[in-house]
């Protein structure tokens, strides 16, 4: 989502007379897009801060905090850079840039109830040119009691389906072949055309009706919202990939009741159980938080077993981290000692890594349509690409460039590969 940001604030700018550069001794301007998801990734950007006033001693050079973290920490900010610019205001960047002086620092935080920069053509900045971000929404009216979004990204708005049709059918103009939609809670997408609302499924029956041969992916799903409709629309359309980012949390429904999540584990269960029972090889994959206020031995077993019983493909994993202003930092006590939340956490991903090979071992012998992303890392000779399910392939070459589709069979596989011959 942040790329996807970066994209939107990169086209602002370029309207204005700026130029990107990746030499940071050339910069005039130098922009940081913060994420406040987790205490790591601020103090990440404190370091960064450190750097880039390196830079201002050797020249005249602007600094600015732009993203989740401006938000937040506003005036805080303020003392140590130029600009501290939150992520609906990002319109306004060419403005704060002409006015910062000095002695004269320029802040806009401001959220908005509309901004969806709907009619903003993001300038891609990924290098292959195949695979994009757009993003559908943005803000999010969930208050989970661990989260920081709300309150750093405001309130839920869905973007104009007709834009992101029209933004679709210009990367696949431009020869992109896939394109990952965007939204804190995709399935929660609704918006209020003039010829009546349009829903999730909809806008991924609108996607994928762009053409055969871009595939549709999306990130992230909420396990209380998806619905039938989205599991049929996506069993519907071949050129929308297999594959459902379903954040679990935990396997506890005490732990799930407090993070207000707003489902419980029989209920999560049951939405993996339906997604596999109507595309029986559909990737799951998921979020999960280790120690989480209160969190008992029993309540941490709870989530292995539920990952045991799941077998997820991959998962993103985490030590709980408190956020100033969330529900939970003010009724909840980040009680679970350091040690205990890490060796949760340990444990939780060496099961993963047990996990993730045994979904990929029941893989071998099957035939899979990878779209090629570039030559494997390892081995010049070979290509990678991911498969439907978003599984990573690597397998021999014949030449065929990023976005070509090739048909492989799965010879044998690790935790995070599928290792294939071609079929073709
Ligand atoms: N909107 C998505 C959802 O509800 O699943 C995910 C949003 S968040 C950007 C990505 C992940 O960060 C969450 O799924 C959660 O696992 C993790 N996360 C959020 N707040 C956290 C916190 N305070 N401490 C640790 N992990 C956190
Ligand atoms: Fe945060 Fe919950 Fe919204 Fe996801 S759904 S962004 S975890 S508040």
């Known amino acids: ?244 980012h379903l954040p679990v949390q935990s396997g506890s429904s005490i732990m799930l009741d407090k993070m207000r999540r707003k489902y419980d584990r029989e209920w999560y269960l049951e939405r993996v159980e339906k997604i596999r029972s109507v595309m029986p090889d559909c990737g799951i994959t998921t979020d999960v938080i280790a120690g989480f206020s209160g969190e008992t031995e029993q309540d941490h077993q709870a989530t292995l077993t539920l990952m045991e019983q799941v077998v997820f493909d991959s998962a993103f994993m985490f030590a709980y981290s408190e956020r100033p202003g969330t529900l939970a930092s003010k009724k909840y006590p980040d009680d679970i000692p350091y040690d205990v939340k890490t060796a949760r956490l340990n444990e939780i991903i060496a099961l993963q890594g047990r996990m993730s090979l045994k979904s990929n071992e029941k893989e071998i012998g099957k035939v899979m349509t990878v779209m090629v992303e570039g030559p494997s890392k390892k081995n010049k000779e070979e290509l990678c690409g991911r498969a439907s399910s978003n599984k990573m392939c690597v397998f021999p070459s014949r030449g065929e460039q990023p976005g070509d589709i090739c048909q492989v069979i799965v010879d044998s596989v690790t935790s995070a590969t599928l290792i294939c011959r071609r079929l073709d």
């Open 1 to 244: 989502m942040n790329v996807n940001d970066s994209e939107v604030i990169l086209s602002v700018l370029q309207d204005n007379g700026y130029a990107l550069t990746e030499d940071i001794e050339e910069a005039d301007v130098i922009l940081a897009n913060t994420c406040s998801i987790r205490d790591n990734a601020e103090q990440r950007i404190w370091g960064r801060i450190d750097q880039f006033k390196i830079q201002k001693k050797k020249r005249n050079v602007v600094i600015g905090i732009v993203g989740c973290m401006a938000e937040r920490l506003k005036d805080e900010l303020l003392k140590a850079v130029d600009i501290v610019a939150g992520p609906d205001s990002y319109r306004t960047l060419p403005q704060l840039l002409e006015a910062v002086r000095p002695d004269a620092p320029q802040i806009n935080v401001l959220l908005s109830h509309e901004e969806t920069y709907a009619d903003i053509s993001p300038v891609r900045m990924d290098k292959n040119g195949i695979s994009a971000f757009i993003s559908i929404m943005r803000g999010c009216n969930n208050v989970c009691s661990y989260c920081i979004v709300p309150y750093t990204r405001g309130r839920e708005r869905s973007r104009d389906a007709h834009t992101i049709v029209r933004e679709a059918q210009e990367l696949w103009a431009n020869g992109y072949k896939e394109v990952t939609l965007l939204g804190q809670n995709v399935d929660s997408y609704n918006w209020e055309g003039q010829d009546g609302n349009v829903n999730f499924a909809q806008l991924l029956e609108m996607v994928a009706a762009v053409n055969p041969g871009l595939r549709v992916r999306f990130s992230t799903s909420h396990p209380k919202d998806i619905s039938d409709e989205v599991i049929h629309t996506m069993a519907k359309h071949d050129n929308i990939c297999k594959h459902i």
